[in-house]
């Protein structure tokens, strides 16, 4: 009973260290591409390209419901790889406080995934890798605190993502009307990222009174009109428009042949582009 008490304690010591280890050599890895992205000589290159469009069978199929959707495009595994055949694909997420950004990547990425997550001062770093159609994909995504002490993260969350989600709670009006000024202070360090207008908890949304709803949806649809980006509604609580977002943006990225449905109905999860 000793020895097997000892070996449970060493077991549990390992995988301390180990889980050190990872997030070390996650730090390390932020820090080097910070010093790239800062050097006048040097830029990461981006490693993605156009996928096959041949048929392939994933090991597991991402599914998302709303009212009995099912629209798998991806298969997953673990993120932290470091395989030179892994392409890495850098994406920001920019909003106020308090708007279930974190809640979301966190819906996305897994729980799994969170808990070696990279925290720094006012920016959350966490990995997805994927598989899509015989390649491995990483999503890298850099979650931008909301305060203004966060501003100074602007530039290196944003330098070389392939896109940018603008984030909104939809219950708060002021939310949204604060994203133009973050759409601005984005497109000063990038100017061709994909553009998104993310609409959060939907679940609380479809509560108010439907003039209300109607208001918020006829401003944002304008302001993604003006920022020329896809408006999504979406809710991590229940799932809602979450892994269609970065479904949608693999497609865009890579020229696959999936398409999102437009949704214009109040009261549902809406969809304009």
């Known amino acids: 009973m000793t020895n097997l008490c000892r070996k449970i304690v060493h077991v549990n010591i390992r995988w301390k260290i180990f889980d050190k ?120 995504i850099w979650d931008v605190g909301g305060d203004h002490s966060s501003l100074d993260q602007i530039p290196i969350a944003c330098k070389d993502a392939v896109a940018i989600l603008f984030m909104f709670d939809l219950t708060s009006r002021s939310t949204l009307n604060n994203v133009i000024g973050w759409y601005s202070e984005a497109r000063k360090w990038n100017q061709t990222a994909i553009p998104i207008l993310i609409g959060t908890k939907f679940d609380d949304f479809v509560q108010l009174p439907p003039d209300i709803q109607w208001s918020v949806v006829t401003q944002a649809r304008a302001y993604a009109k003006a920022m020329k980006a896809t408006l999504f509604f979406s809710s991590a609580t229940h799932n809602i428009n979450v892994n269609k977002i970065f479904k949608f943006i693999m497609a865009k990225l890579f020229n696959l042949p999936w398409t999102v449905q437009r949704n214009l109905t109040i009261g549902e999860p809406i969809i304009d582009f």
């Open 21 to 140: 280890v990872s997030i070390f050599r996650e730090f390390f890895r932020f820090i080097w591409e910070r010093i790239l992205i800062c050097s006048t000589g040097r830029k990461p290159v981006r490693k993605y390209r156009r996928l096959s469009r041949r048929a392939a069978t994933p090991s597991m199929e991402e599914s998302e419901e709303y009212y009995g959707e099912n629209d798998p495009l991806t298969a997953t595994c673990s993120g932290y790889d470091s395989d030179s055949d892994l392409v890495t694909l850098k994406i920001s997420i920019l909003g106020d406080c308090h708007i279930g950004k974190t809640s979301f990547v966190i819906k996305y990425v897994g729980d799994e995934e969170e808990k070696r997550c990279l925290h720094m001062n006012g920016l959350n770093l966490m990995d997805k890798t994927l598989v899509v159609r015989g390649a491995r994909i990483a999503f890298r």
